[in-house]
């Protein structure tokens, strides 16, 4: 709380109002303060608190923010957006705090809005339009030759050119999340083409590169975020796991395990990855929404993810029938004749 300031009712040359909420409490940290159930305002250039009981109004320059991220919200929890901040300069206009010992504020939104507030935030702080005009977070500099005092001037002018690396880092990767999500996009509509097209290549050719340009990942995962409760992000979840391995599991003979399928869906899904709990979630439910594909557990308790059209009996037969030609198999030799884990041909 020491980065914010009494709050200036007139705006600074070139500041743009951006987003506004209600019902915000300010945390020092993780400690509650007396800044509760306020009006929320981003600008270009601030974050600005006012009280809806009084005249109390503070402010937050954006230079001082180095990165936010998001707190879900949970049992009797609000959602809140953690503002991690840079160290104040010494020419920071007075505000209501003089120390704390935190490094970042908690923004609590009791009256929903944070995620689309979390949004507009992280966009602005990327345009870094408060750059145009005079910052406080860039006081004048001045030659000091020794002295604890120079030290200390030195050491502040070090965070921040280590904040700003820091916020430019997560500009990039902001970027090259984007450029991925083309880039597979690309991979698609080129795999189409290709599908498409008659003459030299064949069709076994033609099919086999469409498998690896899809595999190159997913282009809109389902994520918590875009799908907000826990039931209905994990039947989305659900409906993504069905779509993308119905024909890996066909290639790879009716059955794939846990494992394989786990290494495969965060391959293809890039840098949006999921736990294996909210994995194992999304595979109980395919059955529930009448999906191709289902989860089965044998009794060793290995589990598998098996297409609903899948002829054990027909499996059998085959296995059978290849014991007779060779009159003995170990698991690793059928593993490697039908193409499948150990672990399947062990089961």
Not at 93 to 106: A, L
Not at 229 to 246: G, N, P, Q, T
Request: hydrophobic letters at 35%; one cysteine or more; glycine letters at 6%.
């Amino acid at each position: 709380m020491d980065r914010f300031q009494w709050a200036n009712t007139e705006p600074v040359e070139g500041e743009e109002f951006i987003r506004q909420q209600n019902g915000v409490r300010i945390y020092d940290g993780d400690n509650k303060t007396q800044f509760d159930c306020g009006e929320l305002t981003l600008t270009s250039h601030y974050l600005k608190w006012t009280s809806s009981t009084d005249s109390r109004s503070v402010a937050l320059h954006l230079s001082l923010t180095v990165f936010v991220e998001e707190e879900r919200a949970g049992l009797g929890r609000s959602p809140k957006i953690v503002v991690h901040l840079a160290y104040p300069p010494a020419t920071k206009p007075p505000g209501p705090v003089q120390h704390s010992p935190f490094s970042f504020v908690k923004l609590s939104f009791r009256e929903g809005g944070a995620t689309e507030f979390y949004r507009c935030f992280t966009e602005e702080l990327g345009r870094r339009r408060w750059i145009h005009v005079p910052n406080l977070a860039q006081p004048v500099k001045r030659q000091v030759r020794a002295g604890i005092v120079g030290i200390e001037r030195k050491l502040q002018e070090k965070q921040k050119e280590t904040d700003h690396n820091i916020s430019k880092a997560f500009e990039d990767l902001s970027k090259l999340i984007d450029m991925a999500q083309k880039m597979v996009f690309l991979a698609k509509t080129i795999s189409t083409k290709i599908k498409e097209k008659q003459g030299d290549i064949s069709e076994d050719e033609t099919i086999r590169f469409k498998s690896y340009l899809l595999s190159l990942g997913i282009d809109d995962p389902v994520t918590r975020n875009s799908h907000g409760s826990d039931d209905i992000y994990h039947r989305e979840l659900a409906k993504e796991l069905s779509l993308v391995l119905e024909q890996p599991i066909k290639d790879a003979g009716g059955m794939l395990a846990l494992t394989d399928v786990y290494c495969r869906v965060n391959r293809a899904r890039g840098l949006e990855l999921i736990s294996p709990e909210d994995l194992l979630h999304a595979c109980h439910m395919l059955d529930r929404l009448a999906l191709p594909i289902r989860l089965r557990e044998f009794d060793s308790g290995v589990m598998v993810l098996q297409l609903h059209s899948h002829n054990e009996v027909k499996l059998v037969k085959e296995v059978r029938q290849l014991l007779e030609e060779k009159e003995s198999l170990t698991a690793e030799e059928l593993a490697q004749v039908i193409g499948v884990s150990v672990v399947l041909a062990k089961e």
